[in-house]
């Protein structure tokens, strides 16, 4: 396990065993005070084992909770004070900790073990609760290593992968036997059982009312600061993505200005497409975002700016490689070249921290939704068929509107995946889509919940095994827990301005004398690996290998390869949005589930030998 957990572990590994239980720490040291750190450690007092990987963003405030005085905090690692706050609250203790951590606490006398996670995710923890054994890991391949825990394919897992519906998110993975600790969870073992349970809910945050919008602003200002503040405690250089949008902008020049007062610059990372891609941006969208990027570093003054195009890997090359990283399947398979390509591109200019902001659209940058705002607005947006229709919409019954739904779908709508037509109807996939409660929210609130409640994503635990992979700790302040617990309590009118129609009118605001208008106010998107197309149309022996593996595998079960064939002969001659779109949700997408499927037949041809 330990082993395998290498990119983790780049400053040591310790390990603990006694009376047939055992945990182990990979040491990774980012934080000045992590130098100190040594785990696991055994409470006698106490009566327990325990061990933690943790980045803590209340540490000062922890500090002070639990009255560890000067020379102790000094000492202490952010994983000692994990440890410090479950000696003192116990099975309580998750509800202390805020920002990136998870830990395990092993009590024999009562043979109970107790884990935890932080609440958006970006630790990880998988485990696997046998009939003889339970071992729980960073990542799937420490659990693998093993040799002992199936690595049999959850096929409806595959499925909603290819079709892009985050129900495979939560417990499970994309093998059976292989179970993930959602975020915001605890988890209790005993010779009786293995229970989960939920201990912090993002709807119990009470609506926030303020005497006006610059008030909202202004707060939301200082909530956005202490984020990124935090993120900040490191031993090396820090380094941070940077697009176009007002996510990675707002951190990025938030963070050049923290750094500017410690005589430090800020290394900014940004994409740039390796040809021109204007012929598949459709309207509304930017296909390169470097010239508003470089826009954001001159008004911070304080940013080195590396814009690259991630040639290092082709498209599916940076697939495998991600597969070989992470263990599993990653949603955005068409931009895993870049992805990587950017973390080895930080990774070489030293840094040791990488700011994202990658959890920023339904949190910091909302949009607002036309229908929290007064009457007239909506009329004048929407007009009159359209707000009628979205006022008899909202009146529906979220059963029937499943099946109103189902009755208008597509036959053919699998075709916008690689998903086998057989493997979608064996498993009616299109009436189990319909009746998943997310897919149709009640209101603005729902519609941000489907996307940021613990359990609907799982990049929080991508990124962190691909940045160890280089060496990085990933920090994202948009994840933020007190942040994002603001944000939700933002009433929904405020991000949308009537008077001038703006919408993200939250972050704009606020970012005012951060950020250049030009980028402040833009309403055009980024579109990431813009120049995927031309990339695949590079490397076109590669592209028909690879089908021809899939062709050839376990994995056409799963994968429509002869659709694939006709995507790829479409993306080869039509420049076109539609072309890159396929690129990405039929070819690559598809490429990805099915060199995956392959590994796990692979793999369990060897388990059966």
């Known amino acids: 396990m330990a082993g395998a957990l290498g990119d983790f572990g780049r400053d040591g590994f310790g390990e603990w065993a006694e009376g047939g239980a055992g945990l182990g720490q990979a040491r990774r040291f980012t934080t000045p005070e992590g130098r100190l750190e040594a785990m696991p450690v055994v409470d006698r007092l106490g009566g327990f084992a325990f061990t ?65 996670r932080d609440q958006f995710g970006k630790t990880a923890i998988y485990y696997y609760a046998g009939p003889r054994f339970f071992a729980f890991a960073a990542s799937p391949q420490a659990l693998l290593a093993l040799g002992c825990v ?17 129900a495979y998110h939560g417990e499970r993975t994309s093998r059976r036997a292989i179970r993930r600790l959602p975020p ?36 939301f200002r200082a909530h956005f600061d202490q984020a990124v503040r935090v993120r900040l405690r490191a031993n090396g250089q820090i380094g941070s993505e940077l697009s176009s949008g007002l996510d990675s902008g707002s951190v990025a020049a938030t963070a050049a200005s923290m750094l500017a007062q410690q005589g430090q610059r800020l290394q900014a990372f940004t994409w740039t497409p390796a040809a021109d891609p204007s012929s598949f941006v459709g309207a509304g969208r930017i296909g390169d975002e470097v010239p508003l990027a470089q826009l954001t570093a001159a008004t911070a003054g304080n940013i080195d700016l590396h814009p690259d195009p ?49 959890l920023g659209n339904a949190g910091t940058s909302w949009h607002g939704n036309v229908l929290s705002q007064p009457w007239r607005y909506q009329l004048n947006e929407l007009g009159l068929s359209g707000f009628t229709r979205n006022r008899v919409r909202d009146a529906v019954p979220g059963r029937i509107r499943s099946a109103i739904a189902r009755s208008r779908l597509d036959p053919q709508w699998y075709r916008s995946s690689a998903i086998r037509p057989e493997l979608a109807r064996r498993l009616d996939l299109a009436r189990r889509r319909s009746e998943d409660p997310a897919q149709i929210p009640r209101s603005p609130l729902d519609q941000r919940f489907a996307i940021l409640k613990p359990g609907r994503t799982i990049s929080g635990a991508v990124q962190a095994a691909i940045g160890a992979h280089f060496g990085l700790d990933i920090r994202d302040p948009t994840a933020d827990t007190r942040l994002l617990s603001f944000v939700l309590s933002v009433p929904d009118w405020v991000f949308t301005d009537p008077a001038t129609g703006t919408d993200r009118w939250l972050v704009r605001a606020a970012m005012t004398d951060r950020l250049p208008d030009q980028v402040r106010l833009n309403r055009r998107r980024g579109l990431q690996a813009s120049d995927l197309v031309h990339r695949l149309r590079r490397t076109p022996t590669e592209v028909q290998a690879t089908l021809d593996e899939l062709g050839n595998g376990p994995a056409a079960a799963y994968v429509d390869v002869s659709y694939m064939r006709e995507v790829w002969q479409n993306i080869q001659h039509n420049d076109t949005p539609d072309a890159l779109r396929k690129a990405h949700t039929v070819l690559t997408r598809g490429i990805m589930a099915g060199l995956h499927a392959n590994a796990v037949s692979a793999a369990e041809a060897v388990t059966d030998e």
């Open 52 to 116: 933690a990987a943790a980045r803590l963003d209340n540490r000062d405030e922890l500090i002070r909770e639990l009255a560890v005085s000067g020379d102790d905090a000094a000492r202490s690692s952010d994983s000692h004070l994990v440890l410090a706050a479950y000696r003192r609250f116990g099975d309580r203790a998750p509800g202390h900790l805020l920002g990136d951590w998870c830990f395990a606490a092993w009590h024999p006398r009562d043979r109970r073990l107790f884990l935890a």
């Open 150 to 166: 199936p690595p049999e394919l959850d096929e409806l897992y595959l499925a909603q992968y290819l079709i892009s519906w985050p």
């Open 184 to 219: 915001a969870h605890w988890l209790t073992l005993t010779p009786g059982q293995c229970r989960t349970r939920l201990y912090w809910r993002m709807e119990d945050v009470p609506e926030l009312r303020l005497p006006g919008r610059a008030d909202y602003a202004e707060a």
């Open 310 to 358: 991630c040639e290092q890997l082709t498209p599916i090359a940076g697939i495998r490689r991600a597969l070989d990283i992470y263990g599993d399947l990653v949603h955005a398979a068409g931009n895993l070249f870049w992805l990587i390509g950017l973390r080895q591109a930080a990774q070489q200019n030293g840094c040791q921290v990488l700011l994202t902001g990658q």
